[in-house]
């Protein structure tokens, strides 16, 4: 797996329906998919959800291979997932028996279903992040999390951390892929050995990634320092958030959608 493969935090910029949405509507809407995801559990509502996610991703425009390519880094995570399932989950239809190990139709329903809602999961998330700039990322974020502004929970604080922490995921990777390429300009293996000689290896690509890192976030307070900064409290902003019928229409849609899929769970369609 190459750094280049990890997508996160990346954002294209673009003019479709789903780039226009407004960030608190995106938000919401993948919280309403994650529960429609873990709300299926047949065939015919992974279907409904796949179906939805599908006519998402072609309406942003986002590149497929974009999101294929960002999953590559759970590929590890997925194989994982999917043998446990498979040899751990007890049922009646038995497949094949090997030593210990009992494969059941249950456990390959199982394994196939959790790897796919893996799959459609960071999907999704991805989605979200790929079509909405850090900053209205932010906003939104401390629009719907407001209310809790009444019992001192620091909304914008959180949501600042937040979207700086997914700002600077690919500055760190780039930053990584140039030390890596310097250290192995200077003769450094991090391909070859076992896993604790690989683990060594990484010393000197790690101390040089924790400097810079510490650097980056001193000039990034300085910064902010220097442009009077003092958190929310009083402030103003250039985009203000408000709900268009697109937006209602979509939140709409995903809680019928997720309605259809709990009923449908319910009768066991």
Not at 25 to 44: C, G, N, P, Q
Not at 144 to 155: S, W
Request: glycine share 8%; aromatic share 10%.
């Amino acid at each position: 797996m190459a750094l280049k493969d990890i997508t996160l935090g990346q954002y294209f910029p673009g003019h479709s329906l789903v780039h226009r949405l407004d960030p608190r509507t995106k938000i919401l809407a993948v919280v309403l998919y994650i529960v429609a995801l873990f709300l299926a559990e047949s065939f015919v509502t992974y279907g409904i959800v796949f179906a939805v996610l599908a006519l998402s991703v072609g309406i942003s425009t986002v590149p497929v291979k974009s999101l294929v390519r960002g999953m590559k880094p759970v590929v590890f995570i997925l194989i994982f997932t999917a043998v446990l399932n498979l040899f751990y989950t007890a049922g009646e239809h038995v497949l094949f028996q090997v030593w210990i190990f009992t494969v059941t139709w249950e456990g390959v329903r199982q394994a196939f279903f959790m790897v796919i809602r893996i799959l459609m999961l960071i999907a999704g998330t991805f989605l979200l992040t790929y079509t909405t700039s850090p900053i209205l990322l932010t906003d939104g974020i401390e629009s719907l999390l407001g209310p809790l502004k009444k019992i001192k929970v620091p909304v914008h604080e959180l949501a600042m951390m937040m979207s700086i922490a997914l700002r600077f995921i690919p500055t760190l990777i780039e930053e990584t892929d140039k030390i890596m390429s310097a250290q192995k300009a200077r003769g450094a293996d991090f391909e070859t050995g076992n896993l604790v000689q690989k683990a060594k290896a990484l010393v000197p690509l790690l101390v040089p990634l924790f400097i810079s890192a510490f650097r980056r976030a001193d000039e990034l307070a300085v910064a902010m320092e220097c442009r009077c900064y003092h958190g929310g409290e009083g402030r103003t902003r250039l985009r203000q958030l408000k709900y268009r019928r697109a937006d209602w229409a979509v939140i709409l849609l995903g809680l019928v959608s997720c309605v259809a899929i709990g009923v449908m769970g319910h009768f066991g369609l």
